[in-house]
């Protein structure tokens, strides 16, 4: 897909790290983190769409962006009350699949967690009722392309 | 209702505390029992009904058994690795409400969390299409009649 | 305590719902409230004493709030990508004990669900070592009788 | 570490998939998935060294085992009420880090998710009372030695 235009949107958001998100470490649970990096996934296509989750997958007619394959690397811990930064970006759009990376940036700028996700943009079949994969619209790709 | 057999069934399920239930404390994060409760509740209707939940609401015709209220009492707290006990009984059916108790018990058999729960029988109505309480059928009030 | 100022205290913060939050129902599964309700009163408690709890506990000598009794009452859902707001404030402060309320209003004003919890402030007996119930200091009465 | 007995001990148990661990499109939030499979490595663990987490660690004088770097592939979603089974094995025990493999099994034995750890031994330095990387004793890697 030689004309698809590259991916340069980032959205970051601020997260407070909850009491409930913490283990008897101390620390974050760390599936809480992939549960703030959904959340992060949503808020950065709801920036870039201009509209909420729950109205863009009306207007583009899909099921949703179910995760295919996602892993994390955890570099430093966060404590219940730190105040965190999660920075998300598409890193690729393919036919029907893309990968988003998200950075939890510690107060001080330190990468605490990194995050990758495949997710596929996931339609019912219109003839089959069957749930597969759809294409990309343009509509889409160009709304990451702007910064 | 002078004519409804009073609820008698009880069902006890074995859970184990796990590390991701609990909180800075070391001891369980208290949303979670509600979560556990909410296990047991189904559990609880399993059993009385003989088949799993996604059987016996289609069974019904029913969408479920939201919560209306719901409480809990801690006296005793429970640390990862615990080995507990959840009791669970329904103690009154109405005409499309009803009320269950949970008791988690420690290992020692002490009274750790009780829990109770006013939910509806919940369906979608034939004609309008929308959510309403339905009538609990006597099929369901019966088998909570034996124990 | 006929001279202990009354709570007026209130604080109301802005919560997402998020897909993560929600149930095949597609309403929130009703434990997640407690999760939030549990953020809501720490971030009461943060904005009435002016600093974060990591540093409130600190300050005060304590180990905690822990829950002794909670309760909600549902009164409308609430599903993924709406936008609450929880407000919350302490109804009575007794010697060691307290109570918390919260309100979850929809966007339009609507009352979605009540919490009520009842807490217990929580040190280390300094001679035994043991886990107990201490009183609440005035600084802190003092901070909630103000708007 | 040539004379290192390759792991062969594998762990399966069963877990059910409740309501709450699903979200509104009726399955499994991926979340939840790394939540039991944190579950599954501390049960395969208590399963190999014939004690639980809370006194191996004690026994062997570690704070605890955490995640740096984790990932999972998802092949077929599970619903609530769904039977599956989840088998965990170490794939590589290093000096003072380790693999752990997951596969969770649908009902049919169809795989469902794949699950990948790095995590690390760790304890308190006796002198400077930092946390940090301690090497995996010869009892650990000759427990999971047998099958």
Chains 1, 2, 3, 4 share one sequence.
Do not use: N
């Not at 007619?61 to 570099?75: E, Y």
């Not at 996700?117 to 597969?132: F, L, S, Y």
């Amino acid at each position: 897909m030689p004309d698809m235009p590259a991916p340069v949107f980032v959205h970051r958001r601020p997260v407070t790290i909850e009491w409930g998100d913490c283990d008897p470490a101390g620390i974050v649970f760390y599936p809480r983190y992939f549960a703030m990096f959904d959340a992060s996934t949503a808020a950065l296509f709801d920036a870039a769409l201009g509209m909420p989750k729950i109205r863009w997958t009306k207007h583009f007619g899909i099921l949703g962006i179910p995760m295919v394959d996602t892993r994390a690397k955890f570099h430093v811990p966060s404590a219940y009350g730190d105040q965190v930064a999660i920075e998300s970006r598409v890193t690729a759009f393919r036919r029907s699949s893309f990968d988003v990376e998200h950075r939890l940036l510690k107060a001080d700028g330190t990468l605490g967690v990194e995050g990758y996700e495949t997710r596929v943009w996931t339609a019912r079949d219109g003839e089959t009722g069957r749930i597969r994969s759809a294409p990309i619209p343009p509509e889409v790709t160009k709304a990451f392309a702007q910064e």
